[in-house]
């Protein structure tokens, strides 16, 4: 069956980086692209970032571009999210999840992962 | 980009329907057949409900129904059940690699 297991979180200050990491499995991870996405505490979901299933090519929102960076090995089925410049607004749980569309992207998430939480705090 | 826009709550009784909203601009819900329902109950990861505006992923209810009209897609639960009491999220595709989510919606079976 279709995994996703997110691990990297933690408390980290202000300023620090952080580098996610999420294992896939039971798919053939090559094939999909994949994003990160965040919640703050209480709050809703916000896109953080993309890639197309091959890693050519990578997406941010503004709220994150030239702090983060979204990468992937696909020999080892892994999803990592790199994080700089961290800001107390970027304290969320982060989720990885799976694109529905096969190479290429229909903009629907249908796996998830359980999430990791990121604390940037001093 | 601004997020989509939901009503912070809703709710029905047991065996009604509920509809929930979700507005956006011509930029994204009205641009594209790319919006997507997700609900979240507290402590987990959200799930897929529909996609593409109408489409249900195998395994959902046919309980759960999409549709759009202009700027704003709308899901509707048919039926209400207990367990649908949960969070509901709508994401649309924004143009240029984007992708906008609501605000949120917490429905309430009463």
């Known amino acids: 069956q279709v995994q996703l297991v997110e691990s990297g979180g933690g408390v980290v200050q202000p300023g620090r980086s952080l580098r996610l990491s999420c294992a896939a499995s039971?798919?053939?991870?090559?094939?999909?692209?994949m994003h990160w996405v965040r919640q703050a505490p209480g709050k809703g979901l916000e896109w953080v970032a993309l890639?197309?299933?091959?890693?050519?090519?990578?997406y941010y929102p503004d709220s994150v571009k030239g702090r983060f960076t979204i990468s992937r090995d696909n020999s080892k089925n892994t999803l990592y999210l790199q994080m700089n410049s961290l800001r107390a607004e970027d304290t969320a749980v982060y989720y990885c999840a799976r694109d529905k569309g096969l190479q290429y992207f229909e903009w629907g998430a249908d796996y998830w992962g359980q999430g990791t939480l990121v604390t940037v705090s001093s | 980009q601004s997020a989509l826009t939901q009503p912070p709550s809703a709710s029905g009784s047991p065996g009604q329907s509920v509809t929930i909203s979700c507005t956006g601009t011509?930029?994204?819900?009205?641009?594209?057949?790319?919006v997507s329902w997700y609900q979240q109950h507290p402590g987990k990861a959200p799930k897929l409900m529909i996609f593409e505006v109408i489409k249900r992923p195998s395994g959902v209810p046919d309980r759960f129904s999409g549709s759009k009209s202009g700027n704003t897609a709308s899901l509707t639960v048919s039926g209400l059940q207990g367990e649908d009491e949960s969070d509901y999220y709508c994401?649309?595709?924004?143009?240029?690699?984007?992708?906008?989510f609501g605000g949120g919606t917490k429905l309430t079976v009463l």
């Open positions: 994401s649309s595709y924004a143009g240029s690699n984007n992708l906008l």
């Open positions: 890639i197309w299933y091959d890693g050519t090519d990578k």
């Open positions: 011509s930029s994204d819900v009205g641009g594209y057949n790319y």
């Open positions: 039971g798919f053939t991870f090559s094939n999909y692209g």
